[in-house]
């Protein structure tokens, strides 16, 4: 089992190797296995990449996020500019339907809503829009609209565990209540439980997924 101080060491190495993040701007502290990253990066999309970066970490059981996004003057944008993009955004995305998706900017954040057919499309707009110069943030508050029954949901997410789980996916636990799946059960890594979440996002109908795993070195 790794110690705090081997996570904290392993996530500020991940996060100056990783070209995309300015490490020297985000601090790292470690609790039972719960990092939290703080400080400022001069985009969005740098926030991101370095939540992503810290959950690929093993150890790693949960993340909490203190980082501000000071934009730099160059990065300045009119909320009516940021609006535009992401409407030129949707309009060149072939995931993402743009008849489907709203927008609202407010400040540099921006506010996706509508209505989707499937995960994917919800994701891929959001990182669409994520992206763009003078976000300060995004709320996806997309919601999907459900497709086929869910009769089958249950069997199939169980079925995709089991074909892509790195481990015994015996230890995870589905249940399904209309348009939610609720996880639990145990995984090795942050990546297996990542793997699982998508699993139940994949299912078609899928509105909600509960994400109750406990990652167990």
Request: proline content about 2%; aromatic content about 6%.
């Amino acid at each position: 089992m790794k110690t705090d101080t081997k996570i904290q060491q392993d996530v500020l190495d991940e996060l100056k190797w990783e070209p995309s993040v300015n490490a020297a701007d985000i601090g790292v502290e470690v609790k039972d296995g719960i990092v939290t990253l703080a400080g400022h990066v001069g985009s969005y999309a740098e926030k991101w990449d370095a939540e992503r970066v810290a959950q690929h970490v093993s150890g790693v059981k949960a993340l909490a996020v203190e980082i501000d996004v000071t934009l730099p003057g160059s990065s300045q944008r009119t909320d009516a500019d940021i609006a535009r993009a992401a409407e030129n955004v949707m309009e060149w995305m072939t995931y993402s339907p743009k008849d489907g998706v709203r927008i609202k900017v407010e400040g540099g954040w921006i506010t996706l809503s509508g209505e989707v057919e499937w995960e994917y499309q919800r994701r891929a707009a959001k990182n669409g829009v994520s992206q763009l110069m003078g976000v300060k943030g995004v709320s996806d508050l997309i919601t999907i609209k459900p497709k086929t029954s869910l009769d089958t949901v249950k069997s199939g997410i169980e079925a995709a565990l089991e074909r892509r789980a790195k481990t015994d996916a015996k230890n995870i636990r589905v249940e399904v209540f209309g348009d939610r799946v609720t996880l639990t059960g145990t995984v090795h890594s942050w990546d297996e439980r990542t793997l699982a979440e998508h699993s139940a996002w994949s299912a078609p109908g899928v509105q909600l997924v509960i994400d109750e795993l406990v990652v167990a070195n």
